[in-house]
């Protein structure tokens, strides 16, 4: 088992940076991707990045891209999701997961919430 627990929400204003993280514990020699996803009210569930943890290869969400950069920590088994240029409408709750193979993510994470306003 692995468990996820992410960090650094909070409450911003337009244009205003964050970083996100999230630390892993448990088999976490056995994780292949990391990935940040995120959910706003009333809406379902959307991809925002991913990273390998043996690679250096990211992608990203269009509505993310150029803004948002993920990195990972693999001695401290953490990766960070930094948000720059940040919009009204990256309100949501951000989760972070993780993925034992090639199909979906096997791990998730409690979500941090993280608000933007204009």
């Known amino acids: 088992q692995v468990q996820l627990v992410e960090s650094g929400g909070g409450l911003v204003q337009a244009g205003d940076s964050l970083r996100l993280s999230c630390a892993a514990s448990g088999r976490t020699v056995s994780l292949v991707t990391m990935g940040w996803f995120r959910q706003a009210p009333g809406k379902e569930r959307e991809f925002v990045g991913k990273i390998r943890r043996t690679e250096s290869s990211t992608y990203y969400a269009d509505s993310v891209k150029g803004r948002f950069t993920i990195s990972r920590d693999n001695g401290k088994n953490t990766v960070h999701l930094q948000m720059n240029s940040l919009k009204p409408e990256d309100t949501a709750v951000y989760y972070c997961?993780?993925?034992?193979?090639?199909?979906?993510?096997?791990?998730w994470g409690q979500g941090t919430q993280v608000t933007v306003s204009s």
């Open positions: 997961a993780a993925a034992i193979g090639s199909g979906g993510y096997d791990f």
